[in-house]
């Protein structure tokens, strides 16, 4: 089947680290998304893995991907204010062969919240 | 810049209404998509195309339809509103069909609110 699941909400203090979780089921996805969504706005890309990879890091952020549990999480260090958003996590999946098209399968979206 | 803008931003309409949200994109995109976000669903596709005159149905098509004539543009049309399409819509392009890297690029999104 194809679904993504996160958690709801994430409250973390500044300077901390926040960590956000994802789950998702199909075990053919080739990337795997973190997209960032401030009040008001549009999603924008933080962020993506490939399948074969384990890690990714950029500046602040951190990739974790564990294929056999198919569990993606990220990791935001020193958490500033300006972090706030909602972070959703989205899985590509291929459907339809060598012929065949990319899906994008988001989660629902974790809400996080920087407080001093 | 190239970019990806929706009209209007907001929208308020009455039921059995007709509407249409315009989506355009100026990064000459093959692939376009519309979703619809509401609370505790995340984004669920409506629509999608993967070039002109080539339209799809995504997982909640029921009342809305779509049109690619050009390149940059797919308007989002809702043929009788009803109060369960009362959401936030985005629209997305992408560049590539398959292969390697799926990033979608969204826009600001349109609040509809039928009453």
């Known amino acids: 089947g194809e679904d993504v699941e996160q958690s709801l909400f994430l409250s973390v203090r500044e300077g901390d680290s926040s960590v956000i979780n994802c789950t998702y089921t199909?075990?053919?996805?080739?990337?795997l998304y973190w997209y960032k969504q401030e009040p008001g706005a549009g999603l924008q890309l933080l962020t993506y893995?490939?399948?074969?990879?384990d890690m990714k890091q950029d500046q602040r952020l951190t990739v974790l991907l564990n294929k056999k549990d198919k569990h993606l999480s990220l990791r935001i260090a020193d958490t500033q204010t300006g972090d706030s958003a909602i972070y959703f996590c989205?899985?590509?999946?291929?459907?339809?062969?060598?012929?065949?098209?990319?899906?994008?399968?988001f989660g629902a979206g974790t809400r996080l919240a920087v407080h001093p | 810049d190239a970019e990806i803008t929706q009209s209007p931003r907001h929208k308020i309409t009455e039921t059995g209404r007709q509407v249409t949200l315009a989506c355009h994109q100026t990064?000459?995109?093959?692939?376009m998509f519309w979703y619809r976000q509401d609370l505790g669903h995340g984004l669920r596709l409506i629509h999608y195309?993967?070039?002109?005159?080539?339209?799809n149905k995504g997982e909640v098509s029921d009342g809305y339809s779509v049109s690619r004539s050009n390149t940059e543009d797919l308007p989002l049309t809702l043929e009788s509103a009803a109060s369960s399409q009362t959401s936030v819509y985005f629209c997305?392009?992408?560049?590539?069909?398959?292969?390697?890297?799926?990033?979608?690029?969204f826009g600001p999104g349109t609040r509809l609110t039928v009453l």
């Open positions: 997305a392009s992408s560049p590539r069909r398959s292969g390697s890297n799926n990033e979608q690029f």
């Open positions: 199909d075990s053919s996805s080739t990337y």
């Open positions: 893995i490939f399948s074969n990879m």
């Open positions: 989205a899985e590509s999946i291929r459907r339809g062969g060598s012929g065949g098209y990319n899906k994008l399968i």
């Open positions: 990064w000459n995109h093959n692939n």
């Open positions: 195309s993967y070039g002109v005159h080539d339209t």
